[in-house]
Every structure is written in C-alpha cells, then in structure tokens.
C-alpha cells in the first residue's frame, strides 16, 4: 500500500542538523589552528510545521479508527478463544517461580550478585562524569548492533542505560537458567520465553532511551515519529489488524523478474508441485540428472535469488541437469493432503517425470531442511521396495532424528499442538505468517526489533533486500500433513524410530539406507542444530560424508564460491567418530565455500556423460517458463 500523501518529508529534514551543524568554518591557511577549538553553535531543533502536523494526526486517528473497527467486526465473528495461553507460557513460569521461591537462599545470592555488578557500574560512571576513564563492566556482543551508535559509548548516561540494561538481562537469563528440579522441555522454554522478554526491553526500543532515535527527533522535528506511526499503520492493514512487520521494499522484487530468474521450463505438475528443468550453460552435462527437493516450509527460489548467489545457476554451471521441485501455497482446498502425498506426488512423481524428460531412470538428489526430512522418509520408504532409482542423497541442514530439535521444540507440546490443530481444522491450512513469527522469533532482535526501531521509531522505510523478500514470501501448510509432521517428528520424533512411521502402509526404517550420502550441517542453525543433524551419520548404513559450514539455516547453505565467505570444515578420509565433538575436533577447517566440495562428491555419481539436454526436448513437453506459476501465489492474510 501506498504511503498516505499526509507523510511530511523527513527524508529532505535528516540532511539538516546533525553533529556540527551550524558551526563555524574551519581555519585557512594563512591562519593556524587555534589551541582551543571554537565553541560549536548550539543546534537549531527544527520545529514540525503545525499545518502539516494536525494534517498527519488527523489522518492517522482516521486511519487507526477504521483498522480498529475493521479488526472488531473480524473477531466479532469468531468463537472465542478456548485457550487463554496457547503458547503454554503460564505454566512454565509458575514451575519455574515455585521452584526458585523454594531455594530462597539462591535467589537472595542472585540478588546480592546483581547488586555487587550494579555497585561496580555505579562506580565506574561515577568515575566518567568526573572526567576519568574507567574499563566498562559489562559489553554487548561483537554481533550486537542495537548498540552501534556512537552514543551508546561516547555518552556516559546513555553508556549507564546500556551497561545496566545488559547487567539487568544476563542475571535474568542467569537466574532462570539456574533453577533446580525442571525438566528440560519446561527449562528450554522458560529459557527461550525469558530471552524473548529481555529482547523486548532494551533501552534501544523506545524513544527517550535510544540515542539515535533522539537525534533523528530533534533534526526533524519529530517527524520520524509521525513517519513511523504511518508505517506502522501500514504494517497493521497489510495484516488486517495483526501486526505484519515490512522487512524490505517489496515493490523492488519481483519472482521470475529480478529474482528466481535462472533460465529453465516447467516440465511436469501435481497437485502439490511444479517440476522447473533448467536450461543447459555446458555442451555435456552429467549422465544422472540432480533432484532439488526444497522445504515446502517456504519456497524454493531460496537457492536462485540472484546470479550472483543462485546454487541452481551454480549447479548448471558445472554440467548438473537441474530439476528443482517448486511447491504449490497451498489453501483449503489441499487442507486434507497429508505427510505421505508429499512424497508420492512429490519426490516420486518428480522422478518419474525426470526418467520421462532424459531417458535416466536413476538420478542424484538434493533434500533442503524439511524436504531433506521427506527425502530421509523416502529413501526408507524405498529401501523397503529395493528399488535404487536414488544414485545418492544430499542433505542441507535437515534432521531425521528430533530427539535435540532445538529452539523450535519450544512451540511443540500438547497444549500448544491440540490449539494449533483447532485452527488448521478451522482454515484447512496454517496460515503463513504464523509459522513466519515463530521463525523470526528465533532471531527476534535481528528481525523483529531492529525493523521495530527502523520503522516506527526513526520512521525509515526498510531497505530492498532479496533475502528478507523471500523470508517475507511465506507459504501455507496443508493441515493433515503439518498435523502429521508436528506430531511424529518434532513430538514423538518416530522417524528415527526403526518401523515408526508408515508409507503407503509400509513402515519404515532410515537404517536400511544404504547409498553415498552428503550431509551439509551449518555452525550456528538455529533451526536444524548441526550436532542433532549430524546423529544421522549413526543412522544411515553408507558411505556418509559429513561438512560443517559456518554461519547459519540460510548464509550458511547460500555462499556461493565468488563470494569469499564463510568457511567449512570437512574430514578427510576415515570414518566419522561417534560424536559431533570429536568429529569437530578430527575435522579440518578450510576458507571459502563448501560448494565445490559437494560438487566432487556429486560428480562422482554422474556415471559418465552425456550432450547437454533442453527442456522439452524429452518425453515431458515444456507447460510455461521457470520459475513457474505455482511459486508466484503468494500467501494473503
């Protein structure tokens, strides 16, 4: 939506102002510096014009009514919620207090601990304002940029706000993490819940306690406010009265345009998924055509965003045929769709549609995060029908084995489960933006509070981003499969369980998969944790290479070679050990990508080579252009 005429122009206001302004000029050279420096002119705030400001609060009280009616005749509608705290918070806490009240000795030593740390930050700002200089007890992280402004360290009050802000957060998350007698799905939450508190009140969140949003106020005269209220507005029509937080210019991408944009053909199509065949860059190419299976979680053009960055371009380049599962947005209409269609309609249509378009019956495939946890299922799912049409099987930061899921096991527990599934029941799907909060809960100050200060408090519009447009790009799930996948994988996780989990009536066991495997894990995943990937190397019965990349979920896996990021760690030759730390401590680190490392395992099982193919040239005649129609649809609240 556009923005509304009334915005006054704080853009044009942010270039006046600011440090020196309105000083005098600086010496010539025909008069030396003088020994003391002039006296800076004191700076002229600038004062919001009255006409244009009762305009803007006009609009924005006209607009904020109507959202607020809007949003009450929606829930007007609806049952009430049968669930006070869906998320389960409630009683978390309520263990968590009993039992620290129940050791009142600890928690009287946690308060004395806080007061010692303040009684030090007391005494070292004390020592700042007399004009010494003092060591600060506390710092933020070297990848914590809500304090970058030069402020939050040249100033002493606005040091004072941070230091404290900074001691107040460790000994909470100190102090709940402490606590005796928790079991460990209810420590993880209070843990994660307590962490999300702390995010939400740092000092740079609110306008008199963040220095840069009190300079931008002076300079403009408030109008950064005013902008950011009609931001804000903005972000709750968009989300028909929730709040949807705009993380990029969205005008500036666009699928199949600027972004998605590899050239290829759509080949074959279910219910679920388009199949894109990408056009040949080599003269030959691998005889065994390569399978991408993507998370339906989100699309696929996460591995073709850009020339630059794309891994399907890269791939072609190195004389891969490139087939990539594109995965429908599903609505109501697919709310029965279930864990099992996935991979019929799915991985073993695509296969057959692969064997149709280039005469190849066996093939290598790639599986990213949840498609990796449906490739797992179908390599058993296969293994059970001896059938070795998968020559080898790639795995980019996917678990099989749920046992340590990480951050994301915190929304899964019965209660929260049996709420989840009354809603899907409801809309036949999980509505996108849901599961997209809980995703960018994970990285809250990264993407939550640091658009929150951008946005509504220095009233920016966000910055075109390719990464944060398809983050935004968020897709439905099918309420029968995610009901399915929540249950037996994240809860009672029976993948890894030998016979667990059923397929077209055979049950299933990852321990029969006997073919070469590469598995990708990143350092810092917040989603797949490498270590609980990595128990898949104790699972599969074949040759497994594993690779360690640093960053995470996404940088991690998108870091083209020519980018010069990003190292990787690998184990050269020899078994891997029993467990990720003494595999991390065996493995070598090496710079750059681990792209092409994984080329040479691939390339391994080409089996020769064959003249480049063109899609449509085969079987399979082409329906329409990669990237296809089914990525386009996107998600609507």
Same mark, same amino acid.
């Given at each position: 939506?556009?923005?509304?005429?009334?915005? !006054?122009?704080?853009? =044009?206001?942010?270039?006046?102002?600011?440090?020196?302004?309105?000083?005098?000029?600086?010496?010539?050279?025909?008069?030396?510096?003088?020994?003391?420096?002039?006296?800076?002119?004191?700076?002229?705030?600038?004062?919001?014009?009255?006409?244009?400001?009762?305009?803007?609060?006009? !609009?924005?009280?006209?607009?904020?009514?109507?959202?607020?009616?809007?949003?009450?005749?929606?829930? !007007?509608? *609806?049952?009430?919620? =049968?669930?006070?705290?869906?998320? #389960?918070?409630?009683?978390?806490?309520?263990?968590?207090?009993?039992?620290?009240?129940? #050791?009142?000795?600890?928690?009287? *030593?946690?308060?004395?601990?806080?007061?010692?740390?303040?009684? *030090?930050?007391? *005494?070292?700002?004390?020592?700042?304002?007399?004009?010494?200089? =003092?060591e600060p007890v506390i710092a933020p992280g070297v990848d914590d940029r809500r304090f970058k402004d030069q402020a939050w360290e040249e100033n002493a009050v606005f040091d004072y706000i941070k230091q404290s802000y900074l001691l107040t957060a460790r000994w909470l998350q100190a102090t709940v993490k402490d606590v005796e007698g928790l079991d460990d799905r209810t420590a993880r939450k209070v843990d994660f819940y307590t962490r999300q508190f702390v995010d939400a009140i740092a000092p740079s969140n609110f306008v008199m306690t963040n220095p840069e949003v009190l300079r931008s106020t002076l300079e403009t005269g408030g109008e950064n406010l005013i902008n950011g209220l009609h931001n804000l507005l903005d972000d709750l029509e968009r989300g028909q009265g929730k709040l949807s937080i705009k993380m990029t210019d969205e005008q500036a991408f666009e699928v199949g345009r600027n972004i998605a944009v590899t050239p290829g053909k759509v080949v074959f199509q279910t219910d679920l998924m388009q199949l894109v065949q990408y056009a040949p860059l080599t003269k030959e190419v691998g005889k065994r055509p390569l399978l991408v299976v993507p998370p339906w979680i989100n699309k696929f053009y996460i591995l073709d965003l850009r020339e630059k960055n794309s891994f399907v371009k890269w791939a072609v380049e190195q004389g891969h045929t490139v087939f990539v599962v594109s995965w429908v947005n599903p609505d109501a209409a697919l709310a029965h769709k279930t864990f099992e269609d996935y991979m019929v309609e799915g991985i073993l249509a695509a296969l057959e549609a692969m064997r149709a378009a280039t005469g190849e019956r066996r093939a290598n495939v790639i599986g990213y995060c949840l498609g990796g946890t449906l490739l797992a299922a179908t390599l058993a799912y296969l293994a059970e029908a001896q059938d070795d049409r998968v020559a080898s099987a790639t795995f980019f930061t996917a678990m099989v084995d749920f046992k340590e899921a990480g951050e994301l096991s915190v929304f899964i527990d019965e209660e929260q489960l049996r709420h989840l599934e009354s809603k899907m029941t409801a809309d036949g799907y999980l509505d996108g933006r849901s599961m997209a909060t809980t995703f960018n809960m994970l990285r809250a100050n990264d993407l939550i509070w640091s658009f929150v200060v951008n946005n509504y408090l220095l009233g920016k519009d966000p910055f075109p981003f390719d990464l944060l447009y398809w983050n935004s790009d968020s897709t439905r799930m099918p309420a029968a499969m995610h009901s399915f996948y929540l249950r037996k994988m994240y809860q009672e996780n029976k993948l890894a369980e030998p016979g667990g989990i059923a397929l077209k009536g055979v049950p299933i066991d990852l321990r029969k998969v006997a073919l070469p495997t590469f598995i990708l894990a990143t350092r810092e995943d917040h989603i797949a944790p490498w270590r609980s990937t990595y128990a898949a190397t104790r699972i599969y019965r074949g040759p497994v290479t594993f690779c360690l990349a640093a960053s995470g979920h996404i940088a991690g896996v998108v870091n083209p070679p020519a980018a010069r990021k990003y190292g990787h760690w690998a184990l050269e030759g020899g078994a891997n050990p029993p467990t990720p730390e003494e595999w991390l401590q065996q493995a070598t680190q090496h710079p750059g990508s681990w792209w092409p490392r994984w080329h040479d395992f691939a390339k391994a099982h080409w089996d020769g080579m064959v003249p480049a193919r063109v899609p449509g040239d085969g079987q399979l005649a082409a329906i329409e252009d990669a990237p296809g129609s089914y990525v386009k649809v996107r998600a609507t609240a």
């Open positions: 939506m556009a923005k509304d005429d009334t915005r !006054s122009g704080a853009g =044009a206001a942010r270039g006046t102002g600011g440090a020196g302004a309105g000083a005098p000029p600086g010496p010539t050279k025909a008069e030396p510096p003088k020994a003391e420096p002039p006296e800076a002119e004191p700076q002229e705030i600038r004062l919001a014009d009255p006409v244009e400001l009762a305009r803007a609060i006009a !609009s924005i009280a006209e607009r904020s009514q109507r959202i607020v009616a809007e949003f009450l005749q929606r829930r !007007s509608g *609806q049952p009430a919620a =049968a669930i006070a705290d869906p998320l #389960n918070i409630g009683s978390a806490f309520f263990e968590m207090t009993t039992r620290l009240m129940s #050791n009142p000795a600890r928690l009287v *030593q946690a308060q004395l601990s806080l007061w010692q740390s303040y009684m *030090q930050l007391w *005494q070292t700002t004390t020592k700042r304002f007399m004009g010494e200089t =003092a």
